[in-house]
C-alpha cells in the first residue's frame, strides 16, 4: 500500500504557475505515476503520467504547458503548470499504480 499526500494548489490567475508535488510514503522506485484531474460536473482525466522509467505522456490539452516529473530518492511527484488557464481548474490527484491521494484544489481565475 502506498499513502500519498498532494501540496501545493491554490488560486491563481490565468497565465500564471503553480507546482504540484506529492510524497509517496514508501519507495515509488518502480511504480508509474501521474497526475490526474477532475472538474465539477466532468470525469476524472489523466493530465500526465510518468512510469519508473521517467518516460512521460500528458494530455493533449496540457503539452507544453505542463510538466511531469519525479525524485525516486525523495518518493516524490511533481507537476508543473505553466500558462495557466481557467479550464484548468480541478481538484489534481496523485497517483501511484492504483493508489490515490486526497486531491488538491487548483484554481484559475480570468
Known amino acids: 500500500q502506498v499513502q500519498l499526500v498532494e501540496s501545493g494548489g491554490g488560486l491563481v490567475q490565468a497565465g500564471g504557475s503553480l507546482r504540484l508535488s506529492c510524497a509517496a510514503s514508501?519507495?515509488?522506485?518502480?511504480?508509474?505515476m501521474g497526475w490526474w484531474r477532475q472538474a465539477p460536473g466532468k470525469p476524472r482525466e489523466l493530465v500526465a503520467a510518468i512510469t519508473s522509467g521517467g518516460s512521460t505522456t500528458y494530455a493533449d490539452s496540457v503539452k507544453g504547458r505542463f510538466a511531469i516529473s519525479r525524485d525516486n530518492v525523495k518518493n516524490t511527484l511533481s507537476l508543473q503548470m505553466n500558462t495557466l488557464k481557467p479550464e484548468d481548474t480541478a481538484v489534481y490527484y496523485c497517483?501511484?499504480?492504483?493508489?490515490w491521494g486526497q486531491g488538491t484544489q487548483v484554481t484559475v481565475s480570468s
Open positions: 497517483t501511484a499504480h492504483t493508489f
Open positions: 514508501r519507495s515509488i522506485l518502480s511504480i508509474t
